[in-house]
């Protein structure tokens, strides 16, 4: 009676083949929008946004007496329409002012997000079924603490980019009905996973772009320059440039090449005379590292032989 013996198991490779794969698909683009956020300006932002993420893991952290998280995802440009398409059809929006950009922008955390701190912060357990409505009188003057908290982070976090002084001005549960901006507004919306004990859900921040371009142009900006510090460099320049005058070069001065068969180069003797090709009228080359800088004449200087720089016929021309 024959008998089959289990392979060995392997660990499987796909899904590191998958992670690979998923890292590689490409990104679509619209060339009727081209992308108008810079990489330098990304960069700000995300620094920015990354600040802000971990000082709202602090604020979830001690308002709701357990462990939260708070971490940067991504920073994209979209248009409004986009932004709003993206969430879901009842959500929790805060809408904020956000001069001096004179306009507005939004903080949006899913609603069971939104309940689920609302009952940690009112002593409950932060059960995960949590009922899915408007919030009571008592929950939005609760949730709006920690919202202001939160917009006073935002505030500290973006101060490198924008003074921004953020003020709640509504709050909205279906996105379609907050109207912050025009469908085809290019906004910068920031995505952020935020993780109450083992849940975890997504929120973004969104801000417009139009607003934000100024201020990031003026934040990229190199810094102004004192007088003193004017003068440091002015001095530093003098001394660098005396210095490369006092720098020992090599100079040739010869003349033009000329070309010699294998025979004629084998049959060379003591004696023998080459008829070189540079004529007698034309000047000869001063040359450093192979590069031809100027012409001149030879000559002599007392005891040593010396050139005399020239002008060629077109440069005199």
């Known amino acids: 009676m024959l008998s089959s013996a289990a392979a060995p198991s392997r660990p499987d490779p796909a899904p590191a083949g998958r992670e690979r794969r998923r890292a590689l698909n490409p990104v679509p683009y619209d060339f009727r929008r081209p992308i ?19 000082q709202a893991t602090t604020v979830f952290t001690s308002a709701l007496r357990t462990v939260c998280s708070v971490t940067l995802v991504s920073v994209e440009q979209r ?16 809408l904020f002012s956000a001069e001096p950009m004179h306009a507005r922008g939004v903080l949006e955390i899913p609603l069971v997000a939104v309940m689920t701190s609302i009952d940690h912060m009112l002593g409950g357990s932060g059960a995960a079924t949590q009922p899915e409505r408007p919030l009571s009188d008592i929950e939005s003057t609760v949730a709006r603490s920690l919202i202001e908290r939160l917009l006073g982070e935002m505030r500290y976090s973006m101060a490198g980019v924008v003074p921004l002084e953020p003020v709640v ?6 996105p379609q009905f907050a109207q912050v901006a025009s469908a085809a507004d290019v906004m910068v919306v920031a995505v952020l996973d935020l993780k109450i004990g083992e849940r975890e859900w997504r929120t973004t921040v969104c801000l417009p772009f139009g607003g934000l371009l100024p201020h990031l142009v003026r934040a990229s900006a190199p810094a102004a320059v004192s007088d003193g510090e004017r003068a440091q460099q002015a001095r530093a320049a003098a001394q660098l440039n005396e210095g490369f005058q006092r720098v020992p070069v090599d100079v040739a001065v010869r003349a033009r090449p000329t070309a010699l068969g294998p025979v004629d180069l084998a049959t ?50």
Not at 80 to 92: F, G, I, K, N, P
Not at 283 to 303: C, K, N, W, Y
């Open 36 to 54: 108008q956020l810079s990489r330098e300006h990304a960069r700000m932002l995300q620094v920015a946004f990354d600040g802000f993420a971990r």
């Open 169 to 174: 001005t509504g709050v909205e549960y279906s």
């Open 79 to 94: 248009t409004y329409a986009e932004y709003v398409d993206s969430l879901d059809s009842s959500t929790y929006l805060t």
């Open 268 to 317: 060379l003797g003591v004696g023998d005379v080459i008829r070189l090709d540079h004529p007698a009228a034309a000047p000869l080359e001063v040359v450093v590292d192979g590069t031809t800088f100027a012409h001149a004449t030879a000559g002599t200087r007392g005891p040593r032989l010396a050139a005399l720089i020239v002008g060629t016929p077109k440069e005199n021309a």
